[in-house]
């Protein structure tokens, strides 16, 4: 099959412009999966909860949602996007899912990074794994990166692929994310953006770009530029993550030793 990204440089509030911008980029693209970034619609630095509260919509029927899923079916793909989602006064930061037949489900960010402790609530749903016809797609946001348990939870639930909509600002993801990738045999699509936000004093943030596509062997198949837009589809072979072993004796999840791991 084939899956991608788009790695994008919204403007911080231009919702409208934003999305007609990412509409831009996805079309005419041939894919079974597509990843947008983290908060892709509005930007990520937010003032406080109230201002996030204006920007954010509904999942599934805000318009923003509405635009993808209308996108989804035209051009018969998958789409995982990050959005802020509005639940009555509830500000959750979210990806939704989609797919050619309309819409699939949610997840919201379980791990808040930092500010952003200030601005939602800490994700209530369980870690989800999706089947979007070609392949099963585990959905984890960003910083979720940083907790190992994430990919191995999504990994455990079937996932062959982790859609990652991410807002990086530490360097290390990129490369964490291949051991995340090693450790669960999956692929994984990090979506990330590009650009500058200053929006709150004395916090100016820079994310890393280098949205990627990894093999469960690790290996980086493609990684994007650190400070340009760009939409990007590589070819995988969805079997190769369902095999779990490395070698004749020794597999992943069959060989774990969950008579010596302590998790809680
Ligand atoms: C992040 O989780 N957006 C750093």
């Known amino acids: ?21 990412t509409l831009e980029m996805l079309a005419g693209q041939e894919a079974g999966l597509i990843v947008l970034p983290e908060l892709f619609s509005t930007g990520y630095q937010f003032a406080g909860r109230e201002e996030a509260l204006e920007l954010a ?3 599934p029927d805000g318009p923003t949602a509405r635009r993808l899923i209308d996108l989804a079916r035209s051009q018969k793909t ?7 989602e509005r639940d009555g006064k509830t500000v959750y930061n979210s990806a939704l899912v989609v797919g050619a037949q309309g819409y699939i489900g ?14 939602f609530q800490p994700g209530d749903l369980p870690l989800p794994v ?13 910083f979720d990166w940083r907790f190992p348990e994430t990919a191995r939870t999504l990994a455990l639930n079937g996932a062959d692929v982790i859609a990652h909509p991410s807002n990086l600002v530490l360097p290390h993801c990129p490369q964490a994310m291949i051991t995340r990738c090693l450790e669960n ?5 990090t979506a990330d953006r590009v650009g500058t936000e200053a929006r709150v004093p004395g916090e100016s943030l ?3 770009g280098q949205s990627q596509v990894v093999d469960p062997d690790g290996q980086v198949l493609y990684r994007a530029s650190v400070d340009r837009e760009e939409t990007k589809i590589v070819e995988i072979d969805v079997a190769r993550a369902r095999n ?10 069959a060989g774990r030793r969950l008579d010596l791991y302590r998790l809680n």
Not at 130 to 142: E, K, L, N, S, W
Not at 244 to 253: A, Q, S, V, W, Y
């Open 130 to 142: 999706f089947d979007v016809g070609p392949c099963r797609v585990g959905v984890m946001i960003c």
């Open 57 to 59: 919509e509904p999942i």
């Open 78 to 84: 998958a789409l995982v996007a990050g959005l802020a």
């Open 185 to 189: 045999r999956v692929y994984a699509v």
């Open 1 to 21: 099959m084939k899956l991608g990204f788009v790695q994008n440089h919204p403007v911080f509030g231009n919702v409208r412009e934003n999305v007609d911008r």
């Open 244 to 253: 779990k072993k490395i070698n004749p004796r020794n597999d992943l999840l």
């Open 206 to 208: 820079k994310f890393v």
């Open 106 to 119: 949610k997840y919201r960010k379980a791990h808040l990074f930092d500010a952003e402790n200030d601005v």
